[in-house]
């Protein structure tokens, strides 16, 4: 199949939608698929590249105003028509209702392309960075919400990421098909193995203590304030937090740790390359999330299959991947004292860390890409033949 993904956040940037639309393009590819990528210049101007199996055309750029590390393209009309004339794609897929998916989703109605559309997006994930609008966030949320109903009701088919996600996207409000898919994680590259020596060298982590680890964004919707102060609570000689990932809130997080006297204690290792992700997941002895606005979390899928424990908050998604008492503890949003409590729980007990860690990787198998691509397939294959015999 010729398969083109309308990726308005696309690799090198660091997210989840970034991750999920590079490993189902790679995934694709590796079966045979020609895949081709839609995605936001990282220069400013147009131009394409491959990343590993697959071609990406890259469309003019501008820097997005709240997310300095993202690029977005907010007219790419031109560029995105005639990448679609000259690629000639069986099936369309986008993976964001922004700019190039928008735009990637009338040309796929206009020429009567199958379209497959999935929601990685909530709200929330914009509106915590926009802290002006605070006093209008509720009615810009609920048009968000309306638009992104109205965006995916248009395609032919509509996935998320858990059933959490459907569930808050209301199945009920679109008369298309629509599916729960992982977004799956490569269970080759993370394992449950001992991290190397080089590892704590290269960025300074204390090898005798037990390292509780966040990776991702470094953005306010991810509330790391909380996982900040609750390490403060239960800071002790054997412990140390790394927080691996860039982003907007990192200047505001870097002088509250050093208000909490936590230098020493906290690791803030920045952005850093796929290797070193896969190599920074086998330092943890437990993996803490408290971000309350996921619809999935493949970092907490990639921590569980290096066989961490987890803590997270019980919100979004999040209660699928971390099932209270079984491979980890659920605390209430915001909850610093829960979290505190959930994380010395575990690395307190170290019978009860292996028993979580060991349901983590049992779980996080059930989440392997190649289930993933095999369901897209699937799905791709329906839409074209639904469009073939109208």
């Not at 799956?184 to 590259?189: A, F, P, T």
């Not at 971390?322 to 829960?338: A, H, R, T, Y």
Request: proline content about 5%.
């Amino acid at each position: 199949m010729k398969i083109l993904i309308a990726a308005d956040l696309h690799w090198p940037t660091i997210n989840g939608v970034a991750t999920a639309s590079r490993t189902l393009a790679k995934g694709l590819s590796d079966r045979g698929h020609e895949v081709l990528v839609i995605a936001p210049s990282q220069t400013g101007r147009g131009y394409e590249e491959y990343d590993g199996n697959y071609l990406i055309k890259r469309t003019r750029s501008v820097p997005f105003p709240f997310y300095q590390n993202f690029k977005i393209s907010p007219t790419p009309q031109m560029e995105v028509r005639k990448i679609i004339r000259d690629f000639k794609p069986d099936v369309i897929h986008v993976q964001m209702a922004l700019f190039l998916g928008f735009v990637a989703r009338n040309y796929a109605i206009k020429y009567d392309i199958p379209l497959v559309a999935t929601n990685h997006a909530m709200p929330e994930n914009l509106m915590d960075n926009i802290r002006l609008l605070a006093p209008i966030s509720r009615p810009i949320q609920w048009l968000m919400v309306e638009y992104g109903a109205r965006f995916h009701a248009k395609a032919d088919y509509i996935t998320l990421p858990t059933q959490s996600a459907i569930d808050m996207f209301g199945e009920d409000r679109v008369d298309s098909p629509v599916k729960a898919i992982s977004n799956g994680i490569d269970l080759s590259r993370f394992q449950p193995t001992d991290a190397s020596p080089e590892i704590y060298g290269k960025f300074g982590l204390p090898a005798n203590k037990k390292i509780v680890t966040y990776i991702g964004r470094v953005d306010a919707e991810k509330h790391l304030e909380v996982l900040i102060r609750a390490y403060h609570k239960i800071n002790a000689k054997d412990r140390h937090l790394l927080v691996v990932g860039d982003g907007t809130d990192m200047e505001h997080l870097r002088n509250l740790t050093y208000s909490l006297g936590l230098d020493d204690d906290v690791t803030f290792a920045g952005r850093v390359s796929d290797e070193e992700i896969v190599a920074l997941h086998k330092v943890g002895a437990l993996y803490a999330i408290t971000s309350p606005v996921e619809l999935q979390s493949i970092a907490t899928l990639e921590a569980m299959a290096s066989g961490k424990p987890i803590v997270a908050v019980d919100a979004g998604a999040l209660g699928e991947l971390c099932q209270d008492g079984v491979n980890g503890i659920l605390v209430p949003k915001d909850d610093i004292d829960g979290v505190a409590t959930a994380i010395d729980t575990i690395l307190s007990d170290d019978k009860l860390r292996k028993a979580y860690a060991a349901k983590s990787l049992a779980i996080a198998k059930t989440h392997d890409i190649a289930h993933t691509i095999d369901q897209y397939e699937t799905i791709y294959r329906q839409v074209i033949a639904a469009k073939t015999n109208e």
